[in-house]
């Protein structure tokens, strides 16, 4: 990374006053894991071995799949690591309106069964790309007309409340590059459309950058809806060179666009104490998209990132 840039990086490193409200953790996603199932990623034995040896207590619970779902299993092999579970993840395209809920939902139970037996407070939701994270192929167009908005914001208000009511869990929806939850516009939009009882945000803090948008702002403007943080940089150069070539989320990650802190943007301090003077608890769980990596890549990598974690004060 250019020298300017590093040392700039480097003054948000400095001891901070503890982080007392902030909770950090991480997630399969920081050892390569996108799939349930897939031979570029490591066993599952392996990363709940390394993510509690780099210090970890939390997690999250990743791809329906990639975990055992069976909790009795599940509680056994996190409690002996001293881990503890604080969401899982579903995907949706509640943009196409009724026509989905029913597989949606079936989706979100199998997850909420999950993280409620595991003790967890959140589904982390995540829109459905408009293009394949793994090939690339546009699947649908980048933009939602406004009566996919409408169908988007009502049935995510529909989603939360049945997921509040039924499994006690509230859910996070997590804006993400490739889909139509991304840009600062696209975010407010969205923010604005839903009932913030029944609606919070997971800032992701790499896609959010990697959209242009600037999370110390957005904490310091809609603080009341952000129920949840992923900590992740991206390297502006990587992601200067995908923007001007179009690269897709996918291939961007692969060559690196998502990179280790604190090397890229956003400096993860500011946005760290920006979270604090919320005065709630908060889950910051560390997610450094990295498939496909090699599988001795992740765990020095957690190391270091969890020390850096520590010079912040949290």
């Known amino acids: ?16 006053s503890s982080l007392s409200r902030i909770r950090i953790g991480s997630a399969p996603d920081s050892w390569g894991v996108w799939f349930p199932d897939d031979p570029q990623q490591v066993p599952w034995l392996r990363f709940l071995d390394e993510v509690a040896e780099s210090g970890y207590e ?6 329906y799949g990639y975990l055992p779902t069976d909790p009795a299993v599940l509680t056994e092999e996190t409690a002996k690591r001293g881990l503890k579970v604080s969401a899982g993840t579903v995907f949706t395209g509640l943009h196409h309106g009724e026509a989905v809920w029913e597989k949606t939902w079936a989706h979100v139970a199998d997850n909420a069964v999950l993280a409620q037996a595991m003790g967890a407070e959140h589904l982390v939701v ?12 546009v699947l649908e167009p980048d933009t939602l007309t406004p009566e ?51 609606v919070s945000l997971c800032l ?26 992923h900590l ?37 301090g500011p946005v760290l104490e920006a979270a604090q003077k919320l005065d709630v608890d908060l889950f910051a769980i560390v997610e450094q998209d990295m498939y496909p990596c090699e599988p001795d890549a992740p765990l020095p990598i957690a190391r270091r990132t969890r020390a850096f974690l520590r010079s912040c004060g949290a």
């Open 58 to 63: 939390w997690i999250e619970l990743g791809p």
């Open 126 to 137: 995540i829109p459905s790309f408009w293009r394949d994270d793994k090939t690339g192929e």
């Open 204 to 229: 992701d803090t790499g896609h959010y950058a990697y959209c242009g948008g600037d999370s110390v702002k957005l904490i310091e403007t809609y603080g009341s809806r952000i129920g949840y943080l």
């Open 1 to 16: 990374m250019p020298q300017a840039l590093k040392l700039t990086a480097m003054t948000s490193l400095s001891p901070q």
């Open 148 to 198: 996919q908005w409408r169908n988007l914001t009502s049935l995510t208000e529909r989603l939360g409340h049945e997921v509040r009511e039924r499994y006690g869990l509230r859910i996070v929806v997590h804006p993400h590059a490739d889909t139509h939850i991304d840009s600062e516009e696209n975010v407010v939009r969205f923010l604005d459309g839903t009932d913030s009882d029944l």
């Open 232 to 268: 992740k940089q991206v390297d502006p150069e990587i992601l200067a060179d995908a923007r001007a070539k179009g690269t897709p989320f996918g291939p961007a990650v692969a060559q690196g666009v998502m990179c280790e802190p604190p090397g890229g943007v956003p400096a993860l």
